[in-house]
């Protein structure tokens, strides 16, 4: 193989890892400070929030925008600190703006650091809904900490898809090009009547 074979294959390789959706995995950036996953439950103390449908979109997950009604729906939060692992947390769903209760976990101790909340049909109706969390603690106050989400807008490609998309077709068309003699001719003599025009 020539040199400018390969430095179109490299050229190809690194354009397809720019487009990559795992790269651009929660905002692009290495590290979860771009996280739009993770929301603070107290001033430095962060908890980590990801919501699956593994019904009607198995392996994927979640954040702000859940796809689909009616379908179970599990809503999984980890936390980033261990000092939750000892407290009692109260979780609740509702429905807003008109606050209606749609879920509701009593305080318990999660001592393993992660609570999956199994919401078995989902959120009723498409719309916003917020995810009250409530740390019950033995002695003070009790402390309100709220993470909003959307459901029932279906799953959208995102624009890095589009992008990835749009290259595989151009390499496609490109390797066609250079692979078939016939189209090749046929595309060099409409650039050159182009140029001519």
């Known amino acids: 193989m020539n040199k400018s074979g390969l430095v ?32 603070e439950l107290e001033p430095s103390h962060w908890i980590h929030y990801t919501a699956y449908q ?17 379908t179970l729906t599990q809503l999984v939060f980890d936390y980033q600190d261990v000092r939750y692992r000892n407290m009692s947390i109260e979780f609740e769903v509702t429905k807003e703006p008109e606050g209606k209760r ?19 049909n989902g959120v009723p109706e498409p719309g916003k809904y917020l995810i009250h969390i409530t740390l019950v603690p033995d002695q003070g106050e009790r402390l309100d900490a709220h993470m909003s989400f959307t459901a029932g807008g279906g799953k959208a490609a995102s624009k890095g898809s589009y992008g990835l998309y749009a290259f595989f077709l151009l390499a496609g068309l490109y390797v066609f090009y250079l692979s078939n003699a016939g189209f090749k001719k046929k595309i060099d003599d409409l650039i050159t009547k182009l140029k001519n025009a």
């Open 8 to 39: 179109r294959k490299g050229l190809l390789t690194i354009i397809g890892l720019a487009f990559s959706a795992t790269l651009w995995a929660h905002g692009g950036a290495a590290g979860t400070d771009t996280d739009q996953c993770k929301f």
């Open 54 to 70: 593994p019904k009607a979109f198995p392996a994927e997950d979640f954040c702000g925008s859940i796809p689909s009604t009616g």
């Open 102 to 120: 749609v879920f509701f976990q009593e305080a318990a101790k999660h001592k393993s650091g992660t609570v999956v909340l199994s919401l078995e």
